[in-house]
T-cell receptor, first 112, second 110 residues
Framework: DTGVSQNPRHKITKRGQNVTFRCDPI?????LYWYRQTLGQGPEFLTY????????KSRLLSDRFSAERPKGSFSTLEIQRTEQGDSAMYLC??????????FGNGTRLTVT | GIQVEQSPPDLILQEGANSTLRCNFS?????LQWFHQNPWGQLINLFY???GTKQNGRLSATTVATERYSLLYISSSQTTDSGVYFC????????????FGSGTRLLVRP
């Protein structure tokens, strides 16, 4: 069990550019989540996969955000045409059915 | 939507002191989890506790689902306990997402 792995750890991009983050969950976990966290706040739900199916997407997620989990393994989160308001820590988490949720170290995005 | 409220928002303790953190939620939930976010930002799962009481070393948690609250007890606090403690609840609407509270920021002084 190597834990949830996220890459990159940090990303600095210019407004208007596209960025993609990767998450590798714990291998036997079928559920995968993306959250966003800004300074002083709790994590905010973005989207959820069970195996390869994206079952829920937050209403807060604009059309510029898209996530995939091909073959039910790793997942990617893409943000198109980044805005300064997208600056945040993006967290990935995984679990196996009704079991504790485990988080990765996150990807910190800074949009300049 | 469901409200998850944590108290106190901030807490300062002297090393060795005990504390109780509270999480209130406004609707029925499938489960509740407690997390610790250390000063480096890593979120660690402390307890998966839909109901009842669990203990893990100096930490213990109790959830009373019928009264919609959970408590996290920290005994003999250490400086390494510093950070932010979050509770998160899973709604009873067949949605598996966890909704987080705004956290309790704990500072343990040596």
């Amino acid at each position: 069990d190597t834990g949830v792995s996220q890459n990159p750890r940090h990303k600095i991009t210019k407004r208007g550019q596209n960025v993609t983050f990767r998450c590798d969950p714990i291998s036997e976990h079928n559920r995968l989540y993306w959250y966003r966290q800004t300074l002083g706040q709790g994590p905010e739900f973005l989207t959820y996969f069970q195996n390869e199916a994206q079952l829920e997407k937050s209403r807060l997620l604009s059309d510029r955000f898209s996530a995939e989990r091909p073959k039910g393994s790793f997942s990617t989160l893409e943000i198109q045409r980044t805005e300064q308001g997208d600056s945040a820590m993006y967290l990935c988490a995984s679990s196996y059915f009704n079991s504790p949720l485990h988080f990765g170290n996150g990807t910190r995005l800074t949009v300049t | 939507g469901i409200q998850v409220e944590q108290s106190p928002p901030d807490l300062i303790l002297q090393e060795g002191a005990n504390s109780t953190l509270r999480c209130n939620f406004s609707d029925s939930v499938n489960n509740l989890q407690w997390f610790h976010q250390n000063p480096w930002g890593q979120l660690i799962n402390l307890f998966y506790i839909p109901s009842g009481t669990k203990q893990n070393g100096r930490l213990s948690a109790t959830t009373v689902a019928t009264e919609r609250y959970s408590l996290l007890y920290i005994s003999s606090s250490q400086t390494t306990d510093s950070g932010v403690y979050f509770c998160a609840v899973e709604l009873k609407d067949s949605s598996y997402k966890l909704i987080f509270g705004s956290g309790t920021r704990l500072l343990v002084r040596p």
